[in-house]
């Protein structure tokens, strides 16, 4: 008889445990959805400016790049000129067809610099022209998202603070059940609750489950309030508790 005793004991314990820690969950619960979906919203908000920062400063690396590259060209067509004026003057001066053909040759690579320079300025110039103003969008779009961010950021802080003492009392007092709870048992709670819609605990109400509202046999609801063994409901499998 002790050792009876001893197990409905351990078992009416653990029924307690479960239907405390199920009480501190639902009251978790209730805090998280007294803040709604702030905590998400905010996290979308700061990833929003985090990736519109790395698009601007990678943006800006390829402007200068753009702006450097111009500035070589620029450099580069203005050579060419310079060249191109010089052979001009030479082929007025020449006396015989190789230095002829010889300068015609250079003559015309200083134009074809020029020519394919050019393109290229202006070809490099308008994405420069694209990159600014796409650095410009992006930033304007940056400094609505970090106010909005900013305002979102505060109201969650508000919310927390309301909150931050409760939250941490309920997890604390959780800390306290799980520890004094056999870990298959607890192993199996969590394994539920998050399946479950975040119960892993249901009483019994009007002879059925109170998770899934399945009809519990009356034999199977007298065992329950005894307490004499841990019964889980056969059709969600949660932990069933007078």
Same mark, same amino acid.
């Given at each position: 008889m002790s050792t009876e005793a001893g197990v409905e004991s351990k078992v009416r314990e653990a029924v307690r445990l479960l239907t405390e820690l199920q009480d501190i969950d639902d009251e978790l619960r209730d805090i998280e959805?007294?803040?709604?979906?702030?905590?998400?919203?905010?996290? *979308?908000? %700061?990833?929003?400016? /985090?990736?519109? #920062?790395?698009?601007?400063?990678s943006t800006a690396e390829e402007l200068e790049k753009m702006v450097h590259s111009i500035a070589e060209r620029q450099q580069q067509v203005s050579e060419a000129r310079d060249r191109l004026a010089k052979f001009q003057e030479q082929l007025y001066a020449v006396k015989t067809t190789r230095e002829y053909d010889a300068i015609t040759v250079e003559f015309n690579f200083a134009k074809e610099q020029i020519s394919s320079g050019e393109?290229?300025?202006?070809?490099?110039?308008? *994405?420069? %022209?694209?990159?600014? /103003?796409?650095? #410009?969008?992006?930033k304007a779009e940056l400094e609505k998202v970090r106010a909005d961010e900013q305002t979102k950021g505060a109201e969650l802080r508000q919310r927390l603070s309301e909150t931050e003492d409760e939250e941490r009392q309920l997890r604390h007092r959780r800390e306290n059940v799980v520890v004094r709870l056999m870990k298959p048992l607890y192993a199996h709670y969590e394994r539920i609750r998050n399946a479950k819609e975040g119960r892993g605990v249901a009483r019994i109400m009007d002879g059925a489950c109170g998770g899934c509202f399945a009809v519990?046999?009356?034999q199977t609801q007298v065992n329950i309030r005894k307490q004499t063994d841990i019964v889980l409901c056969e059709t969600c499998g949660r932990i069933l508790v007078p």
């Open positions: 959805l007294e803040r709604g979906d702030l905590p998400d919203e905010v996290e *979308r908000l %700061e990833k929003r400016i /985090r990736d519109a #920062e790395a698009f601007v400063t393109a290229a300025i202006a070809e490099h110039t308008h *994405r420069k %022209e694209e990159l600014a /103003r796409l650095i #410009e969008q992006r519990i046999p009356h």
